[in-house]
């Protein structure tokens, strides 16, 4: 059996780590490209990487998380800068996760289209959400205040353009419940045509 690689991906705070939980524990592998970068954090030669293009953001030979963030999320260069060096490295070892598996393998991806990965993958499910619901959400979670969450939005994928890729919407509007029963559906029609 082959590897079916399905993206899970979406704007901050539209669901995407409530719909992998739920893929999860419905018995598929799922693997992160967040998880993969809290590792890489903690790897020497990626700190001396980040340290040399970021000192201020490196200290005691540790990578200072939210002093990056202020940096990054503040200046769109040094964006792309972290991207270039952060993306390939949580893409290959994503992609190295994925092919230890057969069957159907699911990932969240939060910077998909960002990054231009979409090809990568046979499927991508967008979770899409109300944008205030969204804020209020990333607000709660991060312990941040609008004008940064707003800050983070505009510099993420515009889903309302047409998007590459075979793409399925997978609206979070309602209760985690529902969220649950639509995953499940998504989750037969990927295992019919796939399985």
């Known amino acids: 059996m082959d590897t079916i690689k399905i993206a899970v991906t979406g704007g901050i705070g539209s669901g995407k780590s409530s719909v992998a939980k739920i893929i999860r524990e419905k018995g598929f592998p799922v693997f992160s490209c967040d998880e993969i970068n809290k590792q890489l954090l903690t790897k020497k030669d990626y700190i001396n990487r980040i340290e040399k293009i970021f000192p201020e953001a490196v200290e005691g030979?540790?990578?200072?998380?939210?002093?990056?963030?202020?940096?990054?999320?503040?200046?769109?260069?040094?964006?792309?800068?972290?991207?270039?060096?952060?993306?390939?490295?949580?893409?290959?070892?994503?992609?190295?996760?994925?092919?230890?598996?057969?069957?159907?393998?699911?990932?969240?991806?939060?910077?998909?289209?960002?990054?231009?990965?979409?090809?990568?993958?046979?499927?991508?499910?967008?979770?899409?959400?109300?944008?205030?619901?969204?804020?209020?959400?990333?607000?709660?979670?991060?312990?941040?205040?609008?004008?940064?969450?707003?800050?983070?939005?505009?510099?993420?994928y515009d889903y309302s353009q047409p998007i590459p890729g075979s793409v399925i919407f997978l609206n979070n509007d309602s209760t985690i419940s529902e969220l649950e029963n639509k995953v499940v559906d998504l989750l037969n029609e990927f295992c019919k045509e796939y399985l």
């Open 61 to 156: 030979g540790k990578i200072i998380k939210s002093r990056l963030a202020e940096i990054v999320f503040s200046d769109e260069t040094a964006l792309k800068k972290l991207n270039s060096v952060s993306h390939p490295l949580i893409m290959n070892e994503l992609n190295r996760q994925m092919n230890s598996c057969k069957g159907l393998v699911f990932a969240e991806v939060p910077l998909l289209f960002e990054g231009g990965y979409e090809n990568l993958f046979h499927k991508i499910i967008v979770v899409c959400r109300e944008k205030e619901q969204r804020i209020l959400s990333v607000m709660q979670r991060d312990h941040s205040d609008r004008e940064a969450v707003l800050s983070r939005i505009s510099r993420q």
